[in-house]
């Protein structure tokens, strides 16, 4: 069983979404228990205060440490000092199936809600928090973030969703997007069902089907295809549809004898093809930037990158790799 700590100012918050569908049939199941921990509780003072104004002025206010440490060590005495205690926070690192994976193995996880301008540092810092954000946008409070996390976590606990199918087979289970599913009628509107899923022979759906994926990818997602897991019938399948995962190279430094040389060489030896390369020198300084096929690169895009910028230090250059997709809305106007 997952127990959940939520530590919240709207504890009701969390009690009313939980009363419904899945989320409550786990529950009932004992497959899942979540405990909503009100932090005003521990505040001190009849007016049950947990917030102040910000040392060094701006607006808004800030939840105060005190009860908000006392919270995590009640949630921690509860479940065991080695649960980690998770804040939700925008500016957190962001989340996604392979961390949920990762926290359904655990037996519980305390989860931080935090309101106004933030909480007070020393109270994470004290707790030793880790921070989690759901994207690049800002809610009104963490509670909604909490939800999500109990949901995706909740489903991957055997026995919640009944059948291991249900997420194996979908959105990130194996580093691509999900293929599109279809159900009766037939035909609807004049539109059809893909011929192949009325077939009856199994693999010739697996094959839509993780080809239809492969094309969601590549249309919507193309930086999860570094990390996907891509045999050769894949990346066959991929460059027959002119579909590329690019990257972006650059490479700054004092001009030398042999970075071209060199930075050519360790690409081809990792089987990335050069699609398109400038290069200048301009009182001394060289910069060039090469656009990559990295398509075919196995170690993963952030070792690539790392190993990237271990050649560049010992050649005496900058070198950095960027997803094109990255690169291109850093640098749009």
Request: proline fraction near 4%; glycine fraction near 10%.
């Amino acid at each position: 069983m997952m127990v959940f700590y939520v530590l919240t100012l709207f504890p009701d918050m969390i009690r009313d979404a939980l009363n419904y569908s899945i989320l409550k049939r786990a529950a009932e199941d004992g497959l899942i228990e979540v405990h909503c921990v009100d932090i005003r509780d521990f505040s001190v003072g009849k007016h049950r205060q947990a917030d102040d104004a910000p040392y060094g002025g701006g607006a808004g206010m800030v939840m105060t440490p005190g009860p908000v440490f006392c919270a995590c060590e009640f949630a921690r005495n509860a479940l065991g000092a080695d649960e980690p205690v998770i804040c939700l926070t925008p500016r957190g690192r962001p989340y996604n199936q392979r961390k949920a994976e990762e926290l359904s193995g655990r037996g519980g996880l305390i989860l931080l809600c935090g309101h106004y301008e933030g909480i007070d540092q020393r109270a994470l810092d004290a707790v030793g928090a880790e921070e989690i954000s759901l994207g690049d946008f800002v809610l009104t409070g963490g509670e909604p973030a909490a939800l999500a996390i109990i949901d995706s976590v909740s489903r991957l606990i055997p026995g919640v969703l009944g059948k291991v199918e249900s997420f194996q087979n979908e959105s990130f289970s194996d580093g691509l997007l999900e293929y599109p599913q279809y159900t009766r009628p037939a035909v609807f509107n004049g539109m059809r069902v893909p011929e192949e899923l009325l077939s009856g022979r199994h693999k010739s759906i697996a094959k839509w089907r993780r080809r239809q994926s492969l094309l969601k990818t590549a249309e919507t997602r193309p930086d999860l295809l570094a990390g996907a897991d891509l045999n050769d019938d894949d990346l066959t399948f991929l460059r027959e549809g002119k579909f590329f995962m690019k990257g972006i190279i650059t490479v700054l430094g004092n001009d030398r004898v042999g970075i071209i040389a060199k930075v050519c060489t360790f690409l081809s030896n990792e089987g990335i093809n050069i699609l398109d390369i400038s290069q200048t020198i301009i009182q001394g300084y060289f910069n060039m930037m090469m656009i990559v096929d990295v398509t075919n690169n196995v170690r993963g895009f952030d070792e690539l990158a790392q190993n990237l910028k271990t050649l560049g230090d010992e050649i005496g250059v900058q070198i950095k790799l960027q997803h094109e997709d990255i690169f291109n809305s850093m640098h749009r106007i």
